[in-house]
Structures are given as C-alpha cells and as structure tokens.
T-cell receptor, first 115, second 112 residues
Framework: AQKITQTQPGMFVQEKEAVTLDCTYD???????LFWYKQPSSGEMIFLIY??????QNATEGRYSLNFQKARKSANLVISASQLGDSAMYFC????????????FGKGTTLSVSS | DAGITQSPRYKITETGRQVTLMCHQT?????MFWYRQDLGHGLRLIYY???????DKGEVPDGYVVSRSKTENFPLTLESATRSQTSVYFC???????????FGSGTRLTVV
C-alpha cells in the first residue's frame, strides 16, 4: 500500500520569496511516480510536476521544482519567486508503475502568498 | 468539446434517494477514476476502471456503485444517499498507468 504524508496544513510566504512544500511517502514498490497538483479556490485540479522513481535528475517545470530524495522517501515541491496566484491548496500524490493502480493523494497543504 | 466533463456541477438530494454523477471523457483514455474530496482528508479514491467493463474498488467504495459499459463514460451512483456522502466528487482519466491525470471540474453534492 502507498501513503503520502503532507505535514504542513498551511504555509505563508511573501511575494517573490521561495517556498518549499513538504511531502513524504511510503511504498514498497520499486517503480513509481510522484505528482504534485494545485487546486486554486476555483476548485479545479491542475497538474504541476512529475518525478519518476528512477529519474536521476530532479524534475523542473518553470518556477516549480521537485526536491526528490529517494533514500528519505521525500518529494518536496519548491516554488521559486512566489506570486499571488500561487495561493492555493497543493497535493502530493504517488502511483506505482503497474497496471491496476491509482493515484493516492496526501491531505494537502494550503499556501497563502501575500504582497 | 474535448476534455473530461462532469455533470451536474451542483446537486442537492435527500437522504435515501439514489443519485448518479456523470463523467464523460473525449480522449478514449483507458483509465478513469472517481475521488471524493473532504476537508481534512484530501482526495480519497472511491472506484477506478482500467478499461470498459473493468472496475475496482478504491479506499472508500461503500455506498457507491460504478459501471463502465463504454470507454468514455464512467458514472458514479449513490444507491441510497447519506449525509456522510456530502462531498465534492472528482472524476479523472489517464491513458497509461504511469501518467498523471486530467480531472473534471468536480460535482458538489449535498445530501440533506
């Protein structure tokens, strides 16, 4: 079974600062993918970034990067140069790379960006 | 329109009634999923489907029924709605096992 733990219910950051959202996971699978999604107040789920368990490089997508530490089973999301529009709920999720599985989500972290 | 569509967007129903939430995707993705989102719980998997006529239970399947007679549709039925099923329901799809998902806009269901 897989489990995602997001220990920060809420985070506060000022515009233009960087912020790290924590995510730790538990899985017995060797091959898996880690995902981050953003949910703004409008409610839609927006895919941000993906990291494969065998990827040697940390994933990056624009201002988003994933600090992947496999031995520690952590996959923290780093948002550089925060913007007001980054205020949202952020979910970390895991999915084994095998048929018949589904994404398992953490409980989320609410990020508030102030000017 | 291409994409994944959920209907209705909002629904109020009474305890004990049967209600069906619809999900339709236009990509012919193999995988489809239903999640519910509740404060403090994140998204929890209700049911998922790897292909037409193949469905499997997730973390919180009790009280729900799904079917998938066509690849593009994956309706979720609450056979006898209870107040504890008040939630926001998300449908999602993906083409391959390792892909991320595309989510629908969600259905906010209130059971009174």
């Amino acid at each position: 079974a897989q489990k995602i733990t997001q220990t920060q219910p809420g985070m506060f950051v000022q515009e233009k600062e960087a912020v790290t959202l924590d995510c730790t996971y538990d899985t017995s699978d060797q091959s898996y993918g880690l995902f981050w999604y953003k949910q703004p107040s409008s409610g839609e789920m927006i895919f941000l970034i993906y990291q494969g368990s065998y990827d040697e490089q940390n994933a990056t997508e624009g201002r988003y990067s994933l600090n992947f530490q496999k031995a520690r089973k952590s996959a923290n999301l780093v948002i550089s140069a925060s913007q007001l529009g980054d205020s949202a709920m952020y979910f970390c999720a895991i999915r084994p790379n095998q048929a018949g599985t589904a994404l398992i989500f953490g409980k989320g972290t609410t990020l508030s960006v102030s000017s | 329109d291409a994409g994944i569509t959920q209907s209705p967007r909002y629904k109020i129903t009474e305890t004990g009634r049967q209600v069906t939430l619809m999900c339709h995707q236009t990509w012919s993705h193999s995988y489809m999923f239903w999640y519910r989102q509740d404060l403090g719980h994140g998204l929890r998997l209700i049911y998922y489907s790897a292909a037409a006529d193949i469905t499997d239970k997730g973390e919180v399947p009790d009280g729900y029924v799904v079917s998938r007679s066509k690849t593009e549709n994956f309706p979720l039925t609450l056979e006898s709605a209870t107040r504890s099923q008040t939630s926001v329901y998300f449908c999602a799809s993906s083409e391959f096992t390792g892909d991320g998902y595309t989510f629908g806009s969600g259905t906010r269901l209130t059971v009174v």
